[in-house]
């Protein structure tokens, strides 16, 4: 597996809305998104955090919407 280089920018406003916009309709895109943006660092990793907590969220609110 490849290494993210520390060096790379933060990610840019439209990158923040759409990833966190994908982490909560679509979980699995959510963990790897944040994940990536973790890996990143510095400013990155606040906005991974939130990706994963939304993520999970979305996660909790399908599987409760498909097993109900």
Known sequence: MERVDPLDPPPSAAEV???L???ALVPLVG???GGVWLARGGRGSATGGVA???????LAFWLRFTFR
């Open 17 to 19: 809305a759409a990833g």
């Open 21 to 23: 916009l994908l982490a």
């Open 31 to 33: 963990f790897v998104v």
């Open 52 to 58: 994963l907590a939304l993520a999970a969220v979305g």
